[in-house]
Nanobody, 123 residues
Framework: VQLVESGGGLVQAGESLRLSCAAS????????IGWYRQAPGKDREDIACIGNRDGDIYYSDSVKGRFTISSDNAKNTVSLQMNSLQPGDTAVYTC?????????????????WGEGTLVTVSS
């Protein structure tokens, strides 16, 4: 099983980044794929999740309206388009596989997860 994130980097405030999560080794279509982030010295924050079976989507209030999550079942890939980035968005972003979006929202734990990609937003 692998979840590999890509697309992180250094951008200025107001700019955009697109993260990708490439999954392999499990039945991608049966899972919800979520993104969480953790900044140095801060708690983990669950920010977005998409259900591949039912298309259910969740965003945290902190990213709603700025971030868009999408899934390509043919490519086993989930993307996170991040617009209007701010210094407060600086964190390591990690994707993970959950049995449903409800599990993600309830913080009941992921079945699989990647190693994360660093996003740094300068002011």
């Amino acid at each position: 099983v692998q979840l590999v994130e890509s697309g992180g980097g250094l951008v200025q405030a107001g700019e955009s980044l697109r993260l990708s999560c490439a999954a392999s080794g499990f039945n991608f279509a049966d899972y919800a794929i979520g993104w969480y982030r953790q900044a140095p010295g801060k708690d983990r924050e669950d920010i977005a999740c998409i259900g591949n079976r039912d298309g259910d989507i969740y965003y945290s209030d902190s990213v709603k309206g700025r971030f868009t999550i999408s899934s390509d079942n043919a490519k086993n890939t989930v993307s996170l388009q991040m617009n209007s980035l701010q210094p407060g968005d600086t964190a390591v972003y990690t994707c993970a596989a959950y049995t449903s979006v409800d599990v993600f929202r309830a913080n009941w734990g992921a079945d699989y997860w990647g190693e994360g990609t660093l996003v740094t937003v300068s002011s």
